[in-house]
């Protein structure tokens, strides 16, 4: 039995009731990322007493006023999210602004500081001068000497310093000297450490992200043995990892819209995520059984890639786009969109001005809104994987795309059809390449099949993105700033009426059919 025009979800309406819940968090998180800290516990209070309002108002409807009710509990709701996240944001404030860093930070001299490594060092490289980079890493503050005198505390540091830095490991204590700078306005950070000497390692204590690093150098190293696109693009698509992936191969990826295929994307973690639940049903679990499985599954490869922001971000998206294309969430894959968003944004209010977070969460939009309606236009002799493949890139691509030329004014002409033509190959590369990464680091001889299968796999991805880059008109100009946006804008809505139209031809020619019709009757009145 064919599958009605508007897909399994067609008859069913929209959950909007958490969309105000995100819209006041998202706008609470992103203002207190730009003002003083005492401006956003203003802004806590004004809410928390908005909320209240709210709440009195619900709570004098009468009995049969449901509806009036609900939005009043759902915008009461919204506000008291919203000064949450607002609190975290005026004590993030507070913290940079009379926390232990302030005084060094205002005599702009050079310190001493004791640090605590958190996270994994990443170049940042100098404009056109890619080998002189400097290297940034996270850290939190141990201890501080300036002007003779010692300060303790907690706060969180983001260091840069030569390539003496590349080779510290989380769960390293080191001291350095340096200077320490005012963050960019939006960053969760307290301070930036310019430092002026290497890192001295005074002590290390187990973390599990130095043992996921070492897990993932090895990785890298055991996929040697492949030609050069492939091995600098394998150990992208699976952890992240771009340090060996060619610059020539990095600009043609760009060129075709597909660079997101070498960050630990949504993408990714659905796959994974989904194929911990195939393995668990052919164990014939019980459902809880098997979702607990699979969330295990999912948590070991999200520490395995290393448990960052962004990892976890794209690990609560991945969840939430499978969710909505299996149907899990019976209509309701929008409410659920909203709560991870507003969760995040409680755990960390800098995502608000986080372009990646932003692209996520559109990204994961298009796929709760569009993908599985799109799909059910497509007809049903085209095989279910197919449609998907061609409405899920397509779905994101409409949404994320003015975002997309406004921080670069560019139009990547064959971006839909490349990933298309790519979608197929990500799944291997993935599922192989994570089971060959344990592997690599336990029994290396045993992970030699599975970087042989991703690694062929990866390399046809390499050549599908220089295939299209090479293409004349690959990459377009656009127009720039407000202009650019709307542009593009009006240009995804033209796309989504278009593959309408091509896929209900019938449609088409009855509703021309009625316009020609009611032009005539117009005319000869």
Do not use: Y
């Amino acid at each position: 039995m064919a599958e009605s025009p508007g897909g399994p979800e067609a008859g069913k309406r929209l959950d909007l009731r958490l969309v105000p819940v995100v819209v006041v968090a998202w706008s609470a998180a992103l203002a207190g990322g730009f003002v003083d800290g005492v401006w956003s516990a203003v802004l806590a209070v004004a809410l928390g007493l908005l909320g209240g309002v709210f709440l009195v108002a619900g709570h004098r409807q009468r009995p049969s006023g449901v509806r009036p009710g609900t939005l009043f509990a759902t915008l009461a709701l919204a506000c008291v999210l919203g000064a949450a996240v607002a609190v975290h944001c005026a004590v993030i404030a507070g913290n940079r602004e009379k926390g232990p860093l302030a005084p060094a930070m205002a005599a702009d001299e050079g310190v001493v500081v004791h640090l605590l490594i958190t996270g994994s060092p990443t170049l940042s490289p100098a404009p056109g001068h890619s080998s002189d980079g400097r290297w940034m890493v996270d850290a939190s503050l141990i201890d501080l000497t300036a002007k003779g005198s010692v300060v303790h505390g907690t706060a969180d540091i983001v260091v840069t310093g030569g390539a003496d830095w590349q080779n510290v490991r989380a769960g390293q204590r080191v001291r350095t000297t340096g200077t320490l700078k005012q963050v960019r306005e939006g960053q969760p950070e307290a301070a930036l450490l310019n430092a002026s000497s290497a890192p001295v390692v005074t002590g290390s204590g187990f973390d599990i992200r130095q043992t996921a690093a070492e897990v993932r150098k090895r990785f890298v190293s055991a996929g040697d043995w492949l030609p050069p696109d492939a091995a600098g693009l394998l150990p992208g698509m699976v952890t992240g990892d771009t340090s060996a992936l060619p610059e020539s191969l990095e600009t043609a990826m760009k060129t075709t819209g597909m660079t997101h295929l070498t960050a630990v994307s949504g993408a990714n973690c659905s796959l994974i995520l989904g194929g911990f639940i195939l393995l668990a049903r052919c164990f014939r679990w019980a459902r809880p059984a098997a979702g607990a499985f699979a969330a295990c599954g999912l948590l070991a490869f999200v520490i395995m890639v290393g448990p960052d922001p962004s990892v976890l971000r794209a690990a609560v998206m991945g969840t939430v786009g499978l969710a909505a294309l299996t149907g899990g969430l019976r209509g309701r894959s929008l409410s659920f969109l909203c709560l991870a968003t507003t969760i995040l944004l409680l755990l960390d209010p800098a995502m608000a001005a986080s372009v990646g977070f932003l692209l996520s969460v559109l990204a994961t939009l298009g796929i709760v809104l569009l993908a599985a309606r799109i799909a059910s236009w497509i007809p049903a002799r085209v095989p279910r994987w197919l449609a998907a493949g061609v409405a899920v890139p397509l779905s994101a691509q409409l949404l994320c795309g003015p975002v997309i030329v406004a921080l670069q004014p560019q139009f990547s002409s064959f971006a839909l059809i490349a990933n298309v033509v790519a979608g197929p190959l990500v799944a291997p590369v993935t599922i192989f390449g994570t089971i060959a990464v344990p592997l690599a680091a336990t029994l290396p001889w045993l992970a030699v099949v599975p970087i042989a299968v991703a690694g062929i796999c990866a390399g046809l991805v390499a050549g599908v993105a220089r295939f299209f880059a090479g293409l004349s008109g690959a990459a377009l100009p656009w127009a720039e700033g407000p202009v650019g946006v709307v542009a593009m804008v009006l240009s995804s809505m033209v796309t989504l009426l278009a593959v309408w139209m091509a896929l209900h031809l019938a449609d088409v020619k009855r509703h021309a059919m009625r316009l020609h019709c009611a032009v005539m009757v117009l005319l000869d009145r």
